[in-house]
């Protein structure tokens, strides 16, 4: 039983490592989601499994250990909410990015900061940015306060 | 009378910095008035630092310990404090405040709409929580609330830059905590429970043990990927300056001492019986990350990027004083772990004033000594302390370090030292270079200079004025550091935590017995209760 869950676990964690290596952003999501079950399992497996071993008091013992299901049913709801969470990112990416190429997001140190940030692909999605010219109309203010500042420094 | 309220007390403490924020974080979520927010977070800020000093200060005594539902130590989830634990969650309340300052400083309609308040709350409960828990699958639970809150923000706005460096932190972070349930699992599997303390107990009992060491390394892994070590950090220097300044300057501050906080607790408190490869593994890892850190900071142009790295690089100062594994060694590190929070907490708060002053995120425009001295004065005491020269605090917990990696004696920590040296001089290159790039020089005329309030300008002044305390009180600083580590190498924690009585487990259960009172209690037992082949 172990031996089959301990190849299983193998197989789970390996279709989710090269789900996420993948360049495409869902196949990423879902090699997470491997990776979880892979892990999940994985502890029911350190547990110890038995088939003689019942979960409920009623019948004879020796009873199963209930704190790794406990585990796992914590892992399992927290792996939910953010795989929930990371979905909507992927979503809110592809929408912004118009595909959902990881290459949408460009390159990371070649980037040129100054470059408006925030082109939407997707004019029906439009992300919630701020945007670039909420200081421009007070542009001329600003450059009479330089001024000001330059004479007083001189 | 007295003395119950006493007990009470005391047994409250150590929840109240987590359920202050987590609980009014819930409240900030209604609708209501901007002030008003404003205030509930400040006043959650603020009664979460107040928590957090006196729990510091009840910790003197000894250990603190609430057993929620009432459970024994064993058997239930408890909330314990200690010295080292108090200190980190102060640390971390402080920069809370001056967090939440900031974002009330620097309104932000949109992401406040989407509750930008809300999570940043969330996010310190989860913070203290991961400071001070004791039980091993409680801290997963408080890495993935503390970090759900910080994936959250650092895709709030949902700019191009933030998607793509969010995507990254969340996909790593993710893999981290799965790595982290696999090593709660075998941790149980093999020593028949989660609990720091009784864990701690039992691999003594158990002495030095191949499987018990792998664990502790797969933890020394989970843990280098949460808090930045070399390899596993790549993501760090591209998330942090994505996101907004208040936010950014929380995350650089405390989420990597998180990781690092962890890996001081596991291998000092819990898994000390075999601590030749672990220590090895630290001392490689952070002499790289030091390295690593100094040199990226020197190859980017941009305020945060800068700073960033050198985050990094102090984290690798940080595994280094670990990787020593000596009581002089690791009161070196408390103590630069203390230096580390509050001037990378400063010098983002600087970095927030620069950005916005001159309207760009890079160390482009010169001359800013005329318009903004006090904060060049600032910048260049914040560059010495992370640098690590001499009127400043930085020097005396650096110089505490690197007397400690001479003392080491191994060829390895002669070397790791040999990098920190090189490290701190490239790093202090670097930021030199920040200092003659923007406040130096004459100012070109054609660059705007934006005015900035007070408000906005004073917490950078404030959490300067913090690192000039440091670098006062050093040697109270270094007395508690020295106290903590003591706390730490002593077996204070277990007995705090267990008790001094022998443990007694009552034998499993049989289908027979279920009806009737008497299980007869067994004693300690060792093996874990499936024995393992």
Redesign the interface.
Known sequence: METLFAVLVGLLVAAGVFL?LSRT?IR?VLG?AF??YG??L??LT???LRDESPPL???????V?P??QA?VL??IV?GF??TA??LT??L??YQ??GHDD?AA??D?LA?N??AP???HADPEHL????PEAD?ADD?AV??A??ER??RL?R | MNTEINEVITSALPLAPILTPLGLGVLLLLPMRRQWRVALALASALLTLTFALLLMNATVGGVLVSELGGWKAPYGIVIAADRLGAFMSTLSAICGVFTVWLMAAQP?P?RE??HSFALTSFLFGGVQLSFLTGDL?NL??AF?VML?AS??LA?L?????Q?????RY??MN??A??LL??A???A??TLGTLNFAHLAQRSAALGPNTTVTAVGVLLLIVFAAKGALFPLGFWLP?TYPAVPHATGAFFAAVLTKVGLYALIRVFTTVFNQDPQLPNTLLLVLGAVTMLYGALGALSQ??WRRILSFTVVGSVGYLAFGLGLDSPDALRASLAYLAVSVIVTLAMFLIAAVAERAS????VRARGFI??LPLLAACFLLCALTVAGLPPSAGFVAKFDLIRAGLEGGTGLAYLATASALISSLITLYALLRVWSGFFWGR?PRDE????LSWPERLPAYLASALVVALALFAGPLLGYARATADDLQSTRYVVGVMGDQPLDLPA?????E?QEKDDAPNTENIQK??D?P
């Not at chain 1, 992300?127 to 701020?130: G, N, T, V, W």
């Open positions: 996420l952003i990423v997470l990776v979880a892990v999940n994985a502890i350190v547990a110890g008091l009623t019948l004879e013992g020796p009873y250990d704190l790794p585990l914590t892992a927290i909410g953010t969470l990371l990112v992927a809110r990416a912004v990015a990881v997001f460009g990371n980037r900061p100054d940030d925030g082109q992300s919630p940015d701020l200081h542009t600003q450059m306060e330089f500042l330059r420094t | 932000d949109v709409e989407y699958f997963f639970v993935e759900v994936y959250a895709v706005g949902s700019t191009r830059e998607l793509r460096e969010g995507f969340i996909v993710l893999s905590s799965a349930v696999v709660c699992g075998l149980y599997g591209g142009r941009e309207g760009t995120r890079l005329e318009f100012h705007p200079v934006r005015r499993r259960p049989k289908g027979d279920v209760p499936q393992s």
